[in-house]
């Protein structure tokens, strides 16, 4: 799951390794990631979201095919491969998470999915 929602089952594919997409934001990119400050900001133009416990990822959507590139700009698609995103052309920079049965994140099920055996990949993806 990519927080916010925006991330459903869909058809859609990966962009082989070495395509490039057509968008105006081309991998790699930064994430837009949190500052610390001494209090938060007030006012009707800010919003709030929760701390995930995940990977910060970027997905780059071009028709029916996608990218997910990560914080550091490393591509992500070959260790999630059942994520799906709707088609359509827009960046997404969000937190990959897995939900665990008591509902939270469970980021150690994550940290497996980082794995060099494309089998145990698949195994943990289902």
């Known amino acids: 799951m990519l927080s916010g929602g925006l991330l459903r089952p869909a058809a859609a594919s990966q962009l082989p390794s070495n395509a490039t997409v057509s968008l105006p934001l081309k991998p790699p990119i930064e994430p837009q990631l949190a500052r610390s400050g001494k209090e938060l900001p007030l006012g ?7 701390k995930f416990d995940g990977f910060r990822a970027i997905a780059f959507v071009d028709g029916e095919q996608f990218t997910i590139q990560s914080r550091g700009g490393k591509p992500l698609e070959r260790y999630f491969p059942e994520l799906r995103f709707p088609s359509g052309r827009y960046v997404v920079d969000g937190e990959i998470v897995i939900d665990a049965a008591d509902g939270h994140e469970d980021f150690g099920a994550l940290q497996q999915r980082i794995h060099p055996a494309e089998s145990r990949i698949n195994m943990l993806a289902e």
């Open 44 to 50: 009707d133009q800010w919003a709030y979201e929760p």
